[in-house]
């Protein structure tokens, strides 16, 4: 319940399957996210983690199944929907996907660009958004002269900046080191306080032991155990 | 619109090399095709001028009386296409060629007799002088019982018909293709920045930009490069002129004018033509580039 409502499901897969030619990389995957809620799927590298998450962003189509995200339909969307789907959802990739040759603010700027805002309206948020991830010293650097932890602290704001209902975030402490990793799980819980729902993809079981949420395992694709 | 501009002009900037070449390669198409154009708009005008000099001389048979004079001269007048008929006796004639021909002034006036005829001097709309419907007229002339020869300058009036469709025939198909050609230099000029920033514009669709609003700084890319190209091409070719115009018109015979450059009006069509052709190539490289 969020402020007395009942809390209803912002993520729903039926049955999906999701193969590469002959190789399949999910099987029969069946879930559902609900508004708020905090979800890690677990799983060696492999697992089909990523795969998952490319299914709700659309990077990739289901083979069989169905996938709901924010009550669209993504077996019946028509591309010119699918920007629209991806600006309800923050992604934190695992390799940060940082454009290299753009600012810090300019990166995070992006996303609210994209979406048409004002320029006025795009400095404010996005200065806001890069105090509280304390990347407001380095808006002007570009992300090749940034460390591992401070492109990933740039990911999180641009992930967020667009205030999306859901958070995606593959591998976010993968190549950290345990101080940054501390500092992107602080980020991403002050986010999850304000409301985001948050689905992140890891192998880190220390991570996974240290915060609250519920688990979803998965092992060569298959969906095998919830907690 | 400002920040579409504002990342066109940056790009702009950061490929600078890459459109430095095209907007060259425009400005050299340009500069080739507006080359032919201004050649053919002057040429034009020096033959126009040339044409309404021609005049048509019809030489009457001997001993036509006064009355079969005015009459004939009163029916070439009703001809269509007749602007004016002059007479010229043929002692007129002669004093005429005397004049003229200074250096035969003394074979002139050993003369026993007059050897010309008399003649009817008719003045041509511009009209009449276009295509077959000079043969027309002087055929309508040529029927007319008085008349011994209608004379006109028949074989140069063909021979500057087939200059200028000579003329005009290459200018097309040189301009034809050196705007394929600067469409394919800047289509591929803009697929050659696209592959650069390929893993930009896919981080750029990951996180919710449109076709759109991706393509829209590539468009305006197009139109800068075609705009700079044009004006460059341009330019040159007023400088060109400059010189030309100089030389050539030493040799011009007084009362052809002088040579002129494209009005204000063509200036700006050919800049909107180039525009149009950064436009259309980045419409080529975008349409394969984005579908994938």
């Known amino acids: 319940m969020i402020g007395g409502k009942e809390k209803s499901p912002v993520i729903r897969m039926y049955h999906v399957h999701k193969s590469y030619g002959t190789k399949k990389a999910l099987t029969d995957i069946s879930l559902e996210l609900m508004e708020n809620e905090r979800v890690f799927i677990s799983g060696a590298s492999g697992a089909g983690k990523t795969t998952l998450l490319k299914l709700i962003y659309l990077a990739e189509p289901v083979t069989r199944g169905q996938v709901l995200v924010d009550g669209m339909n993504l077996s019946r969307i028509v591309p010119k929907r699918i920007p629209f789907l991806r600006r309800k959802l923050g992604i934190i990739f695992q390799d940060f996907k940082l454009i290299p040759d753009k600012t810090v603010f300019e990166n995070v700027a992006l996303v609210l660009e994209a979406a048409g805002h004002k320029r006025r309206f795009v400095e404010k948020k996005v200065k806001s958004v890069l105090r509280v991830v304390g990347m407001e010293d380095k808006k002007d650097a570009l992300p090749p002269g940034l460390s591992g932890g401070e492109q990933q602290c740039v990911a ?33 819980d002050h986010y999850h306080r304000n409301g985001a729902t948050l689905l992140i993809a890891t192998h880190d079981r220390e991570l996974i032991r240290r915060a609250d949420g519920r688990v979803v395992h998965l092992d060569k694709g298959r969906l095998v155990s919830h907690r | 619109m400002v920040q579409i501009w504002r990342r066109a002009l940056k790009d702009i900037w950061a490929n600078r090399f890459l459109n430095t070449i095209t907007v060259v390669t425009i400005a050299m198409a340009v500069l080739i095709v507006s080359a032919f154009g201004l050649l053919s708009v002057n040429f034009h005008q020096l033959m126009d001028k040339w044409r309404n000099g021609i005049r048509m001389l019809v030489y009457l048979k001997a001993d036509v009386s006064q009355q079969d004079r005015q009459a004939l001269e009163d029916r070439i007048r009703g001809i269509k296409g007749v602007s004016g008929v002059t007479f010229i006796s043929k002692e007129e004639g002669l004093a005429r060629m005397k004049q003229r021909m200074a250096i035969l002034e003394r074979l002139l006036e050993d003369l026993k007799k007059n050897p010309l005829p008399d003649t009817f001097e008719v003045r041509l709309d511009a009209d009449a002088l276009e295509g077959d419907r000079i043969d027309g007229v002087a055929s309508a002339i040529r029927a007319m019982a008085p008349v011994e020869e209608v004379v006109y300058g028949k074989v140069w009036l063909n021979r500057f018909a087939g200059l200028m469709h000579l003329f005009r025939l290459a200018g097309t198909a040189m301009g034809g293709l050196f705007i394929m050609a600067a469409v394919f230099i800047v289509a591929n000029t803009l697929r050659l920045v696209l592959y650069s920033r390929q893993q930009e514009i896919e981080i750029m669709r990951l996180i919710g930009a449109t076709d759109r609003f991706i393509k829209m700084p590539f468009f305006v890319e197009g139109l800068v490069q075609g705009f700079f190209g044009g004006l460059l091409g341009l330019a040159v070719l007023y400088g060109l002129f400059r010189v030309a115009a100089v030389r050539v018109g030493a040799y011009l015979p007084i009362g052809f004018g002088e040579m002129r450059y494209f009005s204000s009006t063509t200036l700006l069509l050919i800049l909107g033509c180039t525009m149009g052709v950064g436009w259309i190539g980045c419409y080529l490289s975008l349409k394969g580039f984005l579908r994938r």
């Open chain 1, 156 to 188: 999180v704001a641009r992930a967020v900046v667009g205030n999306p209902k859901i958070i995606l975030a593959d591998e976010p402490t993968g190549s950290l080191d345990p101080g940054s990793a501390r500092k992107i799980l602080a980020l991403l």
